[in-house]
Nanobody
Framework: QVQLVESGGGSVQSGGSLRLSCAAS????????MGWFRQAPGKKREGVAT???????SYADSVKGRFTISQDNAKNTLYLQMNSLKPEDTAMYYC????????????RGQGTQVTVSS
């Protein structure tokens, strides 16, 4: 059974940093492509960053230069380092997994809340 568990969220002031973690289990982690998504109240869910099995990454324009996605295959863990946080980064953050040959993310965690105050 695939399980994704996020942690590391919290409340910070504008300009602060947080590192989110996503512990994966129940599948061969290295064969999946991973991503971070977020959803703020009243807004659509948006992709934040993705990382493929070969380590290639992509970012939403709104977080480029501030957020870094990474993974530790030995620990089956995905990370999102978030620096220079802004109030508009406030959202529930989710990690998700998909087979790398599949377009849609099949699995998603429960999320971790990030709140940035000005």
């Amino acid at each position: 059974q695939v399980q994704l568990v996020e942690s590391g969220g919290g409340s910070v002031q504008s300009g602060g940093s947080l590192r989110l973690s996503c512990a994966a289990s129940g599948y061969t982690y290295s064969r999946y492509c991973m991503g971070w998504f977020r959803q703020a109240p009243g807004k659509k869910r948006e992709g934040v960053a993705t990382i493929d099995s070969d380590g290639s990454t992509s970012y939403a324009d709104s977080v480029k230069g501030r957020f870094t996605i990474s993974q530790d295959n030995a620990k089956n863990t995905l990370y999102l380092q978030m620096n220079s946080l802004k109030p508009e980064d406030t959202a529930m953050y989710y990690c998700a997994a998909r087979g790398c040959g599949v377009a849609s993310y099949n699995y998603r965690g429960q999320g971790t809340q990030v709140t940035v105050s000005s």
